[in-house]
């Protein structure tokens, strides 16, 4: 077992790493050795600290490993499902799955492809449930920065769903608290399939379909 003192200390220090090039080194070396069991550890604290760490360094860490990455991938978007009270893991999880796929597929848009095609049924399927409006958030990077090709018809029609799975609700549910929630859901899918329809490729390729689904 780690040593959780030792590992603290660790994730503490990312932000003075760039400029300490010998001590990034043992802790490159460090996170590698022990990935399986760092990515396993089910201490809050450690998945907070492990989160933002990934969220700057993944990429010069794994970028020519792509199971290492993968892992990692599955580690932050589990994260991002976290029900934790605060939400503080989900956000946390949901800006470094949102850098990776906004950003980081410059330098590693082959693996964030990947990513994306890994995951794409559990996307769908949350998108029916998941009530964190920041989940949303990371859905809208993904249509506006990954190639979706012949899933962008299955992931719109997901988010056509979920909008009216949430209307039908606010219409048996008088608490405002809960609907105002459910309003937030339904702009963040709305504003999504804008991305969608506003590219020219899915425009082309899928214009009738969107009329029939729509109308």
Known sequence: MLDSSLLIFVLLIDD????CAEVYKDIKAFIKTNLKELL?????????????????????????????FMSCCEYLFMNLLSNDEGKALSFH????????????????????????????TRIKEQ?????????????????????LDENVLDITTFLIDRIIIEENNSKNNKDKKLT????????????????????????SSYTVIYYFILY
Not at 16 to 19: G, S, T, V
Not at 128 to 142: A, P, R, Y
């Open 127 to 147: 998108i029916l449930v998941n009530t964190n409006s920041i989940f949303f958030d990371v859905i809208l990077e993904i249509v506006g920065n990954i190639n």
């Open 180 to 203: 105002n929630k459910k309003c937030v859901v339904v702009l963040k899918c709305l504003n999504i399939i804008k991305t969608i329809v506003s590219n020219n490729q899915c425009i």
């Open 40 to 68: 396993s550890i089910k201490s809050y604290l450690i998945k907070m600290r492990l989160t933002l760490f990934l969220s700057v360094y993944i990429d010069d860490l794994f970028k020519n490993d792509h199971i290492e």
């Open 93 to 120: 999880a949901a800006d470094a799955l949102s850098d990776l796929i906004a950003i980081k597929k410059n330098t590693m848009s082959e693996m964030v492809q990947v990513f994306y095609l890994k995951f794409n």
């Open 16 to 19: 003075y790493l760039q400029n």
